[in-house]
């Protein structure tokens, strides 16, 4: 009765249950003993990940090293299981070590606070409980910038037009502290063959909508013949998106292991810590948000730069762009745009690629950024004067959120372009989203956002040119809107981040840059923070 009474309430809109969170492992142990499990060097900054889990095992005396600080107010000991924060933990901070030394895995180190929040399963905790433990232990770390939330909503899959009530708080806690969290998209137990056949409800997990927070998905390392993924495909267990509003969701992924048909992942799963100081493996997209989160961390510290989280997190998903190529249409609701290369691959470029980074900040006023005389240089030139070469840009940026307005949860759409001017200084944007829009003669605004990234914070655009096309004078574009009836007066910033690739053994990287000192451009090379770190066997 109370129910209907609130339902007929003008000023509501929804009514839904509070959803509860628990973590499931598999817990298979191993029987090596000779763990290479590095411990933190004297002298040596690390930077520090916030662990929003069920806290790390006291027992595991290697894993204790890497804990900078406990948070367990709200967790008395008798209610906790330290399994599944312990295996996440170790991953944050030795993932390769843990893995044979698996190269594919990150070489980045990152030390833990440690919030203790999920209790065990006979014990549930509900989102309001989980959002004041997150809030609290976000507020009470202001220096840790990069936060793991392995957990997931245990009801239905997020919805299509509305953002739940838990990722809107996410979204909150996130501009309020100015952090990120990176966030996985959920296990789905009704396991699913790769590629999948018939129909299957598979659809991401509050609160990895989010739109501030960094969601990942998993994809297979290791198969067998009884696998259901090959390696580098979906882990079965993988759930998809898209998030609400068409976002693109997950926007990468990482290794979170693989199964057969009745979940069994002996010897194609994760290997990380449990109890005490032993080894076990498991599966799950648990275990690839970590290695995201490490990843983020070592990548936030490294850049000595104004919005360096923001351009971090453009250049995580400028990576994974660049390492895996075209996106599949067919793919991308599975695997994003893809893994990211590991940190001294992400900061440095090849000869033939050079790389620019964009931070300009939108007074809404003025909603148009434009730089003309982009530096294109000979080498990617062909004798007919034809530019020949491939362009990525990845555009990065958290709009303003409305969360009483649905779908329209986003308030500014950005979007950027890279183009030929003619002689009247007319603009003609040259490199479309990555995936294509597959009818350019669609214009309407729901195809667009269904398709075209549209009101989307995360953006992805790339053209290969091998035939070469035509243009002397180039130019880089960027424009900021916002929804109808809003008066957004505050600032915007963006971080875009364009790709030059030519073919190997060209000069491009050099040649960008003695371009853009003859165009009277003043840049700055990105600052990087020079730290010395151990050396881990590949």
């Known amino acids: 009765m109370l129910i209907d009474a609130l339902l007929d309430h003008v000023g509501v809109q929804a009514v839904s249950p509070l959803s509860d969170f628990n973590l499931k492992s598999q817990n298979i142990p191993l029987t090596d003993t000779n763990i290479n ?24 005396t290697l894993l204790q090293h890497w804990i900078v600080d406990r948070y367990e107010d709200y967790t008395p000991a008798i209610d906790q299981d330290n399994f599944h924060g312990t295996f996440v933990s ?15 895995f990150p070489s980045a180190q990152s030390k833990i606070v440690d919030i203790v929040a999920i209790p065990k399963a006979s014990t549930k905790i509900f989102e ?16 840790v910038k990069v936060w793991n ?84 495909e979906p882990s079965p267990f993988s759930r998809c998106g898209p998030g609400t509003a068409h976002l693109p969701k997950p926007e990468i992924v990482h290794y979170g292991g693989n199964c057969d048909q009745t979940g069994d992942c ?39 730069e104004n919005s360096s989280l923001l351009l971090a997190k453009a250049l995580l998903i400028h990576s994974a762009a660049l390492k895996n190529g075209k996106v599949d249409p067919d793919s991308l609701k599975y695997t994003g745009f893809g893994v990211p290369n590991d940190i001294t691959d992400i900061i440095n470029c090849q000869p033939h690629c ?89 214009r309407y605004e729901e195809y667009r956002i269904a398709h075209g990234f549209k009101w989307s914070p995360v953006k992805v655009y790339r053209r290969e040119i091998p035939r070469g096309l035509q243009g002397e004078r180039w130019g880089v574009q960027i424009t900021a809107t916002q929804r109808n009836g809003s008066e957004i007066t505050t600032q915007q910033d963006v971080a875009l981040i364009i790709s030059i690739i030519g073919k190997s053994g060209q000069q491009v990287y050099n040649e960008v840059q003695q371009t853009m000192a003859i165009n009277g451009w003043q840049t700055n090379d990105l600052k990087i923070t020079q730290r010395i770190r151990p050396q881990i066997k590949n």
């Open 266 to 304: 002996r010897g194609i799963g994760i290997r990380s810590f449990g109890h005490n100081n032993s080894l076990f493996e498991d599966i799950g997209t648990s275990y690839s948000a970590p290695l995201i989160s490490t990843l983020l961390a070592n990548l936030e510290s490294t850049i000595n």
């Open 128 to 143: 309001d409980d989980l959002i004041e433990i997150i809030e609290n232990g976000i507020k009470k770390y202001p220096n």
């Open 354 to 442: 050079a790389t620019l980074v964009f931070q300009p900040t939108f007074n809404m006023k003025n909603k148009v950024f434009r730089l003309d005389s982009f530096p294109i240089t000979d080498c990617i030139k062909t004798e007919e004067g034809k530019v020949q070469c491939e362009f990525l840009m990845t555009l990065v940026y958290n709009p303003p959120v409305n969360p009483a307005a649905g779908a329209a949860y986003c308030q500014v759409n950005v979007d950027a372009s890279l183009g030929v001017l003619d002689d009247e200084d007319k603009f003609t944007s040259q490199i479309p989203p990555d995936p294509k829009l597959k009818d350019l003669k669609e």
């Open 90 to 104: 170790g991953l944050i901070c030795n993932a390769r070590s843990l893995n044979k030394d698996d190269s594919r």
């Open 37 to 60: 499990f590095p411990l933190p060097e004297k002298g040596v900054e690390y930077p520090v990940v916030g662990v929003i889990d069920s806290g790390t095992d006291r027992n595991n």
């Open 149 to 232: 939330l392995s957990a997931n909503s245990t009801g239905k899959e997020a919805c299509t037009i509305c953002f739940s009530s838990f990722s809107q708080a996410l979204d909150s806690i996130q501009k309020k502290y100015s952090v990120i969290i990176v966030n996985s998209i959920g296990n789905y137990n009704k396991l699913r063959q790769w590629p999948p056949k018939g129909e299957h409800f598979d659809r991401l997990l509050p609160p990895a909508e989010s739109v501030y927070a960094l969601s990942v998905g998993s994809i297979a390392h290791e198969t067998n013949t009884h696998a259901l993924s090959g390696v580098n």
